[in-house]
């Protein structure tokens, strides 16, 4: 079983044109932003966990405006347990998003076929997906998208796209196969928006990202604290 796992911070998604305004400063973040280029320090490790930090600096000041640590922990056994936290040192509140950006090896086991798969969300769901454009900037169109308990995964249900949910009931999806008994779950209660996804080209996982936040809309010319999904945290809290 294989999981791959990035941390997207402070933004999650893309930014229109790649920039955002932060008190009338205009910077610049790729997709996901320092989370996924970023090398976290290993401040710590036992026989279980390792804790990785990322530390303020001059290069991370000239793009995300802020002071701060960023820690997480893994914890490994039978299962992988990762943690966050985000220290505000900054003097003044600091605005971000935050989320995963996760991928579960598909088909889970050698030999079965990607559409032997589906994704379990233990119970009935009734969503609307939020359209993306071409860009993955999303659209202020929803569809009927998610009316079952299950989602059956083929290369055609990402031919337009990602799926967003943002009124996802569950906080646990199951990755399972209709041919064998393994599966992967990825629990995540709380997370107010669930992306479902999939690299062209026959790539052997399915994403399934929490976020705590979102790509910017299409439209969106704000600063950064007012757009949707945003968090906001006090000076010297955590």
Not at 35 to 42: A, D, T, V
Not at 85 to 104: C, T
């Amino acid at each position: 079983v294989e999981i791959l796992f990035t941390y997207s911070f402070p933004i999650v998604g893309k930014l229109k044109n790649g920039k955002y305004k932060v008190y009338g400063n205009v910077y610049e973040l790729p997709q996901y932003g320092l989370g996924r280029i970023s090398e976290f320090e290993l401040a710590n490790k036992t026989t279980d966990t390792v804790l990785f930090k990322l530390r303020y600096s001059d290069e991370t000041l000239k793009d995300i405006h802020i002071n701060l640590v960023n820690r997480f922990i893994v914890l490994t056994s039978r299962s992988v347990n990762v943690t966050g936290e985000i220290d505000n040192l900054d003097d003044r509140e600091i605005n971000f998003s935050i989320g995963a950006h996760s991928a579960l090896r598909c088909p889970i086991v050698a030999g079965e076929n990607f559409s032997d798969c589906y994704l379990d969300f233990h119970g009935e769901e009734h969503c609307e997906n939020i359209k993306t454009d071409a860009d993955l900037l999303f659209l202020h169109d929803h569809e009927k998208d998610l009316d079952s308990d299950k989602m059956y995964l083929s290369y055609d249900i990402f031919k337009d796209g990602v799926h967003v949910f943002d009124n996802l009931k569950t906080g646990s999806i199951t990755l399972r196969s209709t041919k064998s008994k393994k599966a992967i779950t990825l629990s995540a209660p709380g997370y107010p928006y669930m992306e479902i996804g999939h690299r062209k080209g026959g790539a052997p996982f399915v994403c399934v990202e929490p976020w705590d936040g979102h790509a910017d809309y299409a439209d969106f010319d704000g600063d950064f604290k007012d757009k949707e999904g945003v968090i906001a945290l006090e000076k010297s809290k955590s």
